[in-house]
């Protein structure tokens, strides 16, 4: 009996703490169950942008709280991409959201299963705050595709915001001394071209930014595929097409690589030092600016293609998400994403931010014609719009972005072969696609 | 008498579970439980705690994944850098603290700064000094007319570097583990430093005074009396510090360029539980990953302590 009453009291006293301290701690592993706001008073929106972009969001959205009274919309500038990308995974944890956040296909993608993101197909169809047929099919299809995501019963998870797609800049000057007349249209001319320059100015043509979207842009151009159902096709020959490409123009001493990360490519574009830069077609602004510095003649061109293919390019740029908050915040961020993504606001942005008007219906706009008048490399990206491709928005591809870039940078540093990097790349892709 | 043997019995258990109460508070909820509830985690897929129960399935798709053991090479890599170098470097600074009089505390203290100072923020003090721009190493190379480096952006192998492309570059750790490796040590050797010269002052200086008398020179002295006499010093260092390489994060987190710019060399195991874990949501693969992790410590760990049993001598 005493026995008994020594160990039930040994129980007592070592467990009966331990019970109530896991108790404790497993309150907080516990989540609620139902999404709340971040800021009741407000929406609040998660942007990323920057300078010109960063104002007129900023402008048009004191001009969207005045016209439409309602609960004030709140920009929040969140950091870049990656950031909002964990501050958002953060806040889905704690079920505390803001109402709305710029995204990449392959950001919503990942904050879609967490049941966090509100299907905008309801709010787009409605008889009332809705887009009518004709409103919608004013949008160039790509953009609408890219945010209809097929491991989700291809429902609409985002809305366009701000589009770019890849161009080729060039700089005329250069070219100019390498007697070439103009920029080239396919990926032969283009290696040609740098021939050119090295051989009439022995320097190097072409800055290359190591970029997962500039590497899909280029699969594209070269006629391939990334995806087919949820397996990568990293090792078909179009990929490997594009690699050793790449690594031919690095061992010929055509091209260089800029340190990730940084826009050392624009300066040297700037500067006359090389001929080439592929990048978003939103970086005119900064060119622009770096113009007013240092006069140079400078223009954009489609992305070149394969010889005997059409021309194609990638289209990209972030969305915008409506998370799940309260139903008056979903309500209101759905009208700010109609009234941004307005005939109007669409031209405005294109003009003031280097974006591409994402209507059809932009392009017989007085305004954006006369701008288009006075800058035409302006207009070379909207001309791409109908031939752009998104790239696949398959739930794990921010992981697989940074798998290519890494492929990319294993071939330009000529560490291994195209078609062993292309074999690696695809198997270690396909693992992630395939995680249970 | 059979009553009483039980009773002194019964005492003693209840005594010693009392005494060891207080670090059951602590170890159980922080420790055990979390260990728990991995496994728990690991045993499900989907993202965020999303999808259906798979058992084992996560534990296989770790084996099956690439980047599992890129960054279990990695986190070895590291260990094989860092661990001895520290120990060494932290041992021959110890000594020579031993052996001088004036600015003993001085040094002590300086040595022991960057310890106690925040990882983070100093690595991104060193952040700055491998910048290949404007860096401070690259403007030492510059200037010793040497060709500069992307130190923490290099993925290629530090041998290839040094060799001039004899070996290939995938061999041995990058140039950017490196530079991470000698952050990490200049960061933890203070801590050696302190622990050794803690074990040089427990020599009794019996041994000293014997060895003089009977003429050893300072060489004998250290590898005949110093030395063996600072094997459960070692020990404890060794074990401490391997299980610290192991577990690195905030140094890697801190200097490991982002996205695929150093092509998976510079992640180690913890980095790649965290992308894995936080940033792509895949808490069941993630919590697969820290079990394994857990069980090649603990397995390490024992080999060690076994291995000790034969080479540690006390007093």
């Known amino acids: ?436 | 008498m059979l009553f009483s043997k039980r009773h002194k019995r019964n005492s003693d258990l209840f005594s010693a579970l009392i005494m060891l109460s207080p670090s059951f508070f602590v170890l159980i909820p922080f420790f055990i439980f979390p260990l728990f509830y991995a496994f728990q985690l690991s045993l499900w897929g989907g993202k965020r705690n999303t999808g259906n129960f798979v058992g084992l399935k996560n534990y296989w798709m770790v084996l099956q994944n690439p980047l599992f053991w890129q960054s279990l090479k990695v986190t070895i890599y590291y260990a094989l850098i860092t661990v001895p170098t520290t120990l060494i470097l932290g041992f021959c600074i110890a000594y020579l603290l031993s052996k001088i009089t004036r600015g003993k505390s001085f040094l002590r203290i300086l040595f022991f700064v960057p310890y106690v100072t925040s990882t983070v923020a100093v690595a991104m003090v060193w952040r700055i000094f491998y910048n290949p721009q404007a860096g401070l190493f690259n403007h030492i190379l510059y200037f010793w007319g040497l060709p500069i480096q992307r130190w923490l952006l290099e993925p290629r192998g530090i041998l290839h570097i040094i060799t001039g492309g004899i070996v290939p570059p995938q061999f041995g750790p990058s140039l950017a583990l490196v530079c991470i490796s000698l952050f990490d040590i200049w960061h933890t050797f203070g801590f050696a430093v302190v622990v050794f010269i803690a074990g040089l002052s427990t020599i009794p200086k019996e041994y000293y005074e014997s060895a003089q008398i009977d003429g050893a020179r300072p060489l004998q002295i250290l590898f005949h009396i110093e030395l063996p006499l600072l094997t459960p010093t070692w020990l404890f260092l060794v074990t401490v510090q391997l299980i610290r390489s192991l577990q690195s994060f905030s140094s890697f987190y801190a200097l490991s360029p982002s996205g695929g710019r150093t092509m998976g060399t510079t992640e180690n195991l913890m980095l790649h539980i965290y992308s894995q874990f936080y940033e792509y949501g895949y808490w069941g693969y993630g919590s697969a990953v820290a079990i394994f992790l857990s069980i090649f410590i603990m397995t390490l760990t024992f080999i060690q302590w076994q291995w000790a049993r034969r080479y540690v001598f006390y007093q």
């Open chain 1, 1 to 436: 009996m005493l026995y008994k009453k020594r160990v039930n009291k040994i129980l007592l006293v070592l467990f009966f703490p331990l019970t109530i301290l896991l108790w404790g701690t497993g309150c907080v592993f516990s989540t609620p169950s139902e999404f709340v706001p971040l800021n009741s008073t407000h929406v609040i929106f998660w942007d990323r942008q920057t300078a010109e972009s960063a104002e007129f969001i900023k402008e048009k959205t004191h001009e969207f709280n005045q016209l439409y009274p309602g609960i004030p919309v709140k920009v929040e500038k969140a950091g870049g991409y990656a950031e909002i990308f964990r501050k958002v995974s953060a806040s889905i944890q704690a079920h505390k959201l803001p109402a709305l956040a710029v995204s990449y296909e392959s950001m919503t993608s990942e904050y879609i299963p967490t049941g966090a993101v509100v299907p905008l197909d309801e709010y787009v169809n409605d008889p009332e705050i809705g887009l009518s047929k004709e409103e919608l099919e004013d949008f160039f299809p790509a953009v609408i595709m890219a945010n209809r995501y097929p491991d989700f019963d291809n429902k609409l998870y985002s809305f366009p915001l701000a589009k770019s797609v890849l161009v080729l800049y060039y700089n005329q000057d250069v070219l100019k001394r390498a007697e070439i007349t103009e920029p080239p249209k396919t990926w032969d001319d283009f290696y040609n071209h740098l021939r050119m320059i090295k051989t009439k100015m022995n320097q190097k043509g072409y800055a290359i930014s190591i970029d997962c979207s500039t590497v899909s842009a280029m699969i594209y151009s070269f006629g391939g595929k990334i995806v087919e159902g949820r397996q990568t096709l990293f090792s078909a020959d179009e990929t490997v097409h594009v690699f050793s490409f790449l690594q031919r123009l690095i061992q010929e001493d055509l091209a260089y690589v800029i340190t990730p990360g940084t826009f050392d490519d624009q300066i040297a574009f700037a500067k006359g030092e090389i001929a080439y830069m592929i990048r978003s077609s939103s970086l005119r602004i900064a060119l622009e600016l770096l113009e007013k510095e240092k006069p140079f003649q400078w223009g954009i061109a489609p992305l070149p293609y394969r010889d005997g293919f059409r021309p194609v390019t990638v289209l990209f740029g972030p969305n915008i998400t409506i998370f799940k908050t309260t139903p008056e915040q979903q309500k209101r961020a759905w009208k700010f994403i109609r009234f941004m993504t307005s005939k109007e606001n669409t031209v405005n942005w294109a003009i003031e931010t280097g974006y591409v008007p994402i209507r059809k219906s932009s392009a017989e706009n007085i305004k954006l014609q006369q701008f288009w008048q006075e800058k035409p490399y302006a207009k070379v990206p909207f001309d791409c719009l109908p031939f752009a491709k998104p790239e696949p928005n398959l739930s794990g591809w921010q992981q697989i972005r940074d798998m290519v870039e890494s492929a990319e940078l294993e071939v330009l540093t000529l560490m291994d072969t195209p078609e062993n990097v292309c074999k690696r790349l695809e198997k270690k892709a396909n693992a992630v696609l395939n995680l249970p």
